[in-house]
């Protein structure tokens, strides 16, 4: 896995600047065929000098590998949950209240579903090329406290009140998806504390303390996970509430760079036996990367229902993925071909963009949400495959 948070991307602060300076009802089983038109995703314009007609190539449903075998039932409750979000935009509305009518049962009205309301279209990178980079994550769990005692010796934070988050999309649509952080000191705002300075900026808002500093490192690149506390012998939810502004940057690679590790050695499982084994570089490896994450509890009523992803709706094990949203919008169907982690054994299923990350960056760039616990986290730590990407958006109603 090639490990990073989940959150809205950040642009840093100085990046900002140089931006601005520069700136001036039918029957699913007997589908009514319907003509190849298709929907633009609501984003502002594509990145660099592409258009999207560059970025997304409209193919046949018959040239997605595995399409037919997919298990369409699995991703259904997925689909339905991006449904939730996205029904009151126009595109959306007709194959969101057709999906009400569809046996969630019945996998082959389901292929039905989406062959009649939707077109795939393959997504291309920028310099042209169609593969990209397949990582994991997942929901872990943390052993925990609400007082700091005892093994209990790692704070989790809470979103500080001084925290400032400017949103210029308004005036700037080029900025959609990105956010400014900050602080105000006088009457200018600065950039907030880094990692390795962080710890004066969030005294006195510790959220909760756990017995483990790399496995809260870990759940900050995770972006949420559940925290087990002993004391009063319950489970939490901690999810992402922010972020301090600074981009994500990989300690594996950090790592890799020193010749510290191979790449192929470079996985979560990989990076914490190097911790293991270096612990008085522990500081150096985790303050190489300057973001830091802050989190808000969260009841967990069902334990079966996954964390809410950028989309604001529950992540679905196996089923959502998190993406670039300057090139995909989110809460899409995406089609997704690679390889299961380590291996070269064929993972081809439809996914849902339902989520977003900081080390996401690009057309064909993919996070797969494993889900929640140990052999979530074992899948998740080890996956860096390579993968081919399909989008189906809705066809535009006759």
């Known amino acids: 896995m090639l490990i990073q948070f989940k959150q ?123 593969e990209g980079l397949v ?31 400017i949103d210029l999309a308004s005036v700037y649509p080029e900025l959609k998806n990105m956010r400014l952080r900050g602080r105000l000191v006088g009457n200018k705002i600065v950039p907030y504390a880094s990692r390795a300075d962080m710890l004066p900026a969030v005294a006195g808002k510790e959220l909760l303390w756990v017995d483990d500093a790399i496995d809260a490192f870990f759940l900050q690149i995770q972006g949420s996970g559940r925290v087990y506390l002993a004391e009063s012998n319950e489970t939490v939810r901690l999810a992402y509430a922010d972020q301090n502004g600074y981009p994500y940057k990989s300690i594996g690679r950090y790592l890799v760079d020193k010749g510290e590790l191979k790449l192929e050695q470079a996985s979560a499982q990989g990076i914490k036996e190097w911790l293991g084994n270096n612990p008085a570089r522990q500081d150096e490896l985790l303050n190489t990367n300057p973001s830091v994450v802050f989190f808000k509890e969260e009841k967990i009523i069902n334990p079966a229902i996954g964390p809410k992803g950028a989309l604001g709706v529950p992540l679905t094990g ?27 054994t064929s993972l081809q299923r439809l996914m849902m963009a339902q989520d977003t990350g900081g080390a ?39």
């Not at 194959?95 to 389901?110: F, G, L, M, N, R």
């Not at 196996?318 to 299961?340: C, E, H, K």
């Open 8 to 130: 809205i991307r950040i642009l840093p602060l100085a990046a900002i600047i140089s931006l601005l300076a520069a700136c001036s009802p039918a029957p699913i089983n007997k589908p009514v065929v319907k003509p190849p038109v298709v929907n633009m995703p609501t984003l502002a314009t594509p990145p660099s000098s592409m258009k999207w007609s560059e970025v997304y190539k409209p193919v046949s449903f018959a040239a997605l590998p595995g399409w037919q075998q997919d298990q369409l039932t699995e991703v259904w409750p997925a689909f339905t949950a991006s449904c939730s979000a996205l029904r009151n935009k126009p595109e959306w509305k007709e194959p969101c209240s057709i999906a009400k009518e569809v046996d969630a049962k019945d996998t082959a009205a389901i292929r039905s579903f989406f062959e009649a309301f939707f077109t795939p279209h393959q997504i291309i990178n920028p310099d042209g090329s169609s």
């Open 135 to 165: 990582t994991g994550y997942y929901e872990p769990l943390l052993r925990g406290s609400r007082q700091r005692g005892g093994a209990y010796q790692t704070p989790l934070y809470r979103t500080p009140p001084d925290l400032l988050t």
């Open 318 to 344: 196996q089923r959502s993925i998190a993406i670039d949203a300057q090139y995909l919008p989110l809460g899409a169907p995406v089609f997704l071909v690679t390889t299961q982690p380590n291996s070269s």
């Open 360 to 398: 996401i960056r690009g057309a064909v760039r993919a996070d797969f949400f494993w889900g929640f616990g140990s052999e979530a986290g074992e899948f998740a730590g080890r996956m860096k495959q390579k993968g081919t990407m399909w989008i189906l958006l809705p066809k535009s109603p006759v």
